[in-house]
DNA sequence: TCGGTTCCTGACCGTATGGTCAAAAACAAA
DNA sequence: TTTGTTTTTGACCATACGGTCAGGAACCGA
């Protein structure tokens, strides 16, 4: 059937059969260090869930820690990406507003890396100190000016753009670092399309009209 | 010196004893489950923080579940205690204004505790699941009333309730969980006493605007 | 078909963990 | 002092964990 030459079809070659490995595993990790932390998650259990002999994983990832370390930087990236719309906007209601928006998707989609990265920094960040001191440093450092920026042009109230940042994360990762909670004072159901839409809309309604933004 | 019959000056009965052994040891397990997790806290790690055997753990708690319970319950009489400011004001600015400095009071004086309060939930609550459903549903449900009682009076803009107190407590409880990344991005030292007050000042006015509470 | 490289895996190992226990110490009542 | 109870502790145990390794399977270019 298919051309016996160049790689045809989708024969998938080494280096993608590696990196779907990867990914599988990477998945299996996530999933498992969320729901149990680094100290609680085992490697056989990640194994399992992945569908692999735990022999496996060490040809992969040759520690527990280098795995886990990968699984954090890959929800860094994920929060980095998400960003990027705040520099695109003209004004606080459509830069923050937007980026409350991309927060709450990720929440939603994808809970598991949240709690990941907030049991890490709640242990003190031993695995990933270096990314707090160098890029989110810089992120925060470049994102408070462009807050500053609009209060300068009137567009928004005096507000310290440090604890304004807080407040952006703390709410939006909430829904994720906290679901089971919300959840459970749900009836035990999980938030339906139209309970995010009034989420999304709740958070973006009290903090615009906290700051002040106007535009 | 003192009298010898009755139980003079302060002679320690033995449930006083037992109290502060009990005491001690929480404090020492709050402190150890706060930053390696439940699955990363070792009996020994907090036998020797605490200084005393590991032995003695087991004689006061028969399990690390069991001590591990304690601390959480704990954690969560705090958060009860500190939600009664709430009923007892007039209006949206005083209660929910009350609410958030005594919580971010909590934060600050309190963080292991929120710590470990956040694993606890973020791991699925599988200790605390029926205080989630009886106590925390009881009480989320009572402080909504509230809040929309005092929407009706037109003292705030129309907010959903629920997603208001999710703001309050993420908002809050960031600084105590998150503490660390704070840290890192305040130049690596921890919260100042200024800043701490602006801390509290930029989320009281962000959210108590941000709700349109005039009273 | 062959040779080399990559990938897979069961069996195994040293270590650290939660928990037990029996005996000693400390304490309290008589 | 004597007797009974509570508290303390070192030594110990079974288990489970992260990680290793050697040998085999699968794959691939020539």
Same mark, same amino acid.
């Given at each position: 059937m298919a051309s016996s #030459?160049?790689?045809?079809? #989708?024969?998938?070659?080494k280096k993608e059969r590696r990196l779907e490995s990867e990914t599988l595993i990477l998945a299996a990790a996530e999933k498992v260090f969320s729901e149990a932390g680094f100290g609680g998650a085992t490697m056989q259990l990640i194994a399992d869930v992945a569908g692999l002999p735990k022999a496996n994983l060490h040809y992969y990832f040759p520690t527990k820690e280098a795995l886990y370390r990968q699984v954090v930087q890959n929800i860094f990236q994920i929060w980095l990406q998400a960003a990027d719309i705040f520099d695109k906007a003209d004004g606080p209601a459509e830069g923050i507003g937007a980026y409350i928006d991309a927060k709450m998707e990720i929440s939603r989609r994808h809970p598991a890396g949240s709690k990941v990265w907030a049991t890490e920094v709640m242990h003190g960040a031993p695995v990933i100190q270096d990314y707090l001191e160098t890029t989110l440093l810089d992120w925060t450092k470049g994102r408070a000016d462009v807050i500053r920026r609009w209060i300068d042009q009137g567009l928004?109230?005096?507000?310290d753009p440090d604890h304004l940042l807080y407040m952006l994360w703390a709410t939006t990762q909430h829904y994720a670092d906290f679901g089971h909670q919300i959840e459970t004072l749900n009836g035990g159901a999980a938030l339906s399309e139209d309970q995010w839409v009034a989420a999304k809309t709740s958070v973006k309604q009290i903090i615009l009209r906290g700051i002040g933004a106007t535009r």
């Open positions: #030459r160049a790689p045809a079809k #989708r024969a998938s070659s928004m109230d005096p507000v």
